[in-house]
């Protein structure tokens, strides 16, 4: 991995590429998305300070835990400009995520158990289908495809 001296204070976008292990076009994407910030030289290319190092492997740790970009984005916000996420802001904003992925697994889970009882055709013809009938909150009315024709009418 290439050393960045200290006495650097900006990094190109590739050099943030080749520390921060993601691609050019990532990071253009997460800047596009407001989850890191440049400047411009006068020359019109990007400079991104070193705390966004840090911010990088924040975003890509947040995001292989199913954490959606804009709620990382909405995290990082609360965070002062050119401070690096430290792991106390980590463990603050993983608590307030960890409700939802909870929730998240209990309902894979649920999808997972069911799936057998699925036919895989989407039409209702099941009479209780629990993964296109939850609950079967239809079954007390009308059954299978009929339903359909139902709503379209």
């Known amino acids: 991995m290439p050393q960045i001296p200290e006495k650097i204070h900006e ?5 943030l590429s080749a520390r921060s292990g993601a691609a050019v076009s ?10 890191i910030t440049s400047r411009r030289t006068s020359g019109n290319q990007r400079r991104y300070g070193r705390d966004t190092l840090r911010r ?34 980590w463990a603050r904003l993983s608590e307030t ?35 296109s009938n939850p609950d079967d909150v239809f079954g007390t009315g009308l059954t299978g495809s009929r339903l359909l024709a139902e709503r379209t009418t």
């Open 97 to 131: 995520w960890r409700t939802e992925l909870d929730r998240r697994i209990a309902q894979l889970g649920k999808l997972r158990d069911h799936l057998s009882d699925c036919i895989g055709c989407g039409c209702l013809s099941l009479d209780t289908c629990v993964l």
């Open 11 to 15: 990094l190109t976008v590739g050099q």
């Open 56 to 89: 990088v492997a924040f975003v890509r740790a947040a995001q292989r835990v199913g954490i959606p970009l804009a709620t990382i984005r909405d995290a990082l916000a609360g965070l002062p400009e050119e401070r690096t996420p430290t792991r106390e802001d």
């Open 26 to 35: 990532a990071l253009h994407f997460y800047e596009s998305k407001g989850l």
